[in-house]
């Protein structure tokens, strides 16, 4: 074997090694999967738990992340055993569901409302497997269904968003036009025009949760309008509204976003962040998990976390930039939607 031909046999096993440890694989098809090791000195459980995720991808800084984030912590404080599938399409929905009920689980989650069908159909297909959905119901007996009033959460990001802007144009950024999204849209809309009633809302929904550029367009045509704040509900489509901001922050311009599902602030930083729209994906995973592992799973039941469940609202950081007479008049909003005085709209 001459020098050239050990060279390129050197390349080419160091290329498919590198192909073979790429989460997404070489054509960027397959779902990704992590089972992570729990940490030393955890406490030994024998369940298992597993969630698929919605296209957006676990890393989406929004729902996905959240609930991945829920799992996490079920993982320090028991010991159970945890994994994630990450879809690429929605042809992965059943696949990726059907290998964690053929693989035993205890609990199998799907995130996000276009799991939805899929969540259904391997349910039927395996009575006896316990599964869980976030963001829809599946009306069946071994399917537990979570639900969130986005509305809520999003009146008092509309609320902020109308009494901060500038210019008396603000805008919402929306992901795939679903019913749970356009809770966020009508709650949102709902509280800038109780805020605010002369400002006016643009809506542009970009059709993707996992297209940065499509968020990346659609915030700069509505900041070069005027718009100065944008509240979106668009998962990782969402990172390219902020990408958008920050530039245009860099040149002196004003250019807010109001985040979602997790503070994002974390993320992107108090620079571009507003607030953000917190929905504790986080919480209901971890907790519906470990009712699961101590038997207490409630097949058909439906739970819905709103304002007065805590399941909604504002992030804790909001004070960095939200003026104090601005939060205190959020709370006020708060209080009425809680005691039924305000009823937000879903559409």
């Known amino acids: 074997m001459n020098k050239q031909t050990k060279k390129w046999m050197g390349r080419t096993g160091i290329a498919m090694l590198i192909c073979s440890v790429i989460l997404t694989g ?13 940490a030393t000195g955890a406490p030994k459980s024998e369940a298992k738990v597993g969630m698929v995720t ?31 599938l990450e879809s690429k399409s929605n042809a992965d929905y059943i696949p990726n569901l059907s290998q964690f009920v053929k693989g035993k689980y205890d609990l199998t989650w799907g995130i996000g409302q276009a799991l939805s069908d899929a969540v259904k159909e391997t ?36 609320v902020v ?31 800038v025009a109780a805020a605010n009633p002369e400002a006016k809302i643009t809506t542009n929904y970009t059709g993707a949760f996992d297209k940065p550029d499509f968020g990346k367009a659609a915030a700069a045509s509505m900041y070069n309008s005027g718009v100065d704040i944008i509240f979106h509900a668009s998962s990782e489509t969402g990172n390219g509204i902020f990408n958008e901001a920050k530039n245009r922050m860099k040149q002196g311009k004003t250019a807010w976003v ?25 919480d209901a995973v971890l907790r519906i998990s470990k009712n699961v592992m101590d038997g207490k799973f409630q097949g058909g039941k439906v739970t819905t976390l709103g304002l007065k469940e805590n399941g909604v609202g504002l992030a804790e950081t909001s004070s960095k930039n939200v003026p104090a007479d601005v939060l205190k008049k959020v709370e ?16």
């Not at 009494?163 to 509280?191: C, D, H, Q, W, Y």
């Not at 109001?258 to 986080?282: A, P, Y």
């Not at 909003?333 to 009823?343: C, D, L, N, P, R």
Request: charged share 25%; with cysteine.
């Open 332 to 347: 006020e909003f708060k209080a009425k939607i809680i005691s039924g005085e305000i009823k937000v709209p879903t559409s």
């Open 123 to 158: 349910a039927q297909k395996n009575p006896d497997a316990k599964l869980a959905m976030i963001d829809n119901i599946v009306d069946l007996p071994n399917v537990e269904s979570v639900l969130f009033a986005e509305h809520e959460g999003s009146f008092l990001a509309g």
């Open 258 to 282: 109001i985040g979602v599902d997790m503070d994002q602030s974390l993320e992107f930083g108090d620079d571009v962040t507003l607030t953000s729209m917190v929905k504790r994906v986080d």
């Open 26 to 38: 070489c054509g960027g098809k397959k779902s990704t999967e992590t089972s992570p090791a729990p």
């Open 54 to 84: 919605n296209v957006g991808g676990v890393n989406d800084k929004s729902f996905n992340q959240s609930a991945w984030a829920g799992l996490t912590t079920l993982q320090k404080e028991t010991g159970a055993s945890i994994k994630y």
């Open 161 to 191: 968003a109308g009494s901060m802007t500038k210019t008396n144009k603000v805008g919402f950024i929306g992901g795939i036009e679903l019913p749970v999204i356009k809770r966020f849209e009508a709650g949102f809309k709902a509280g």
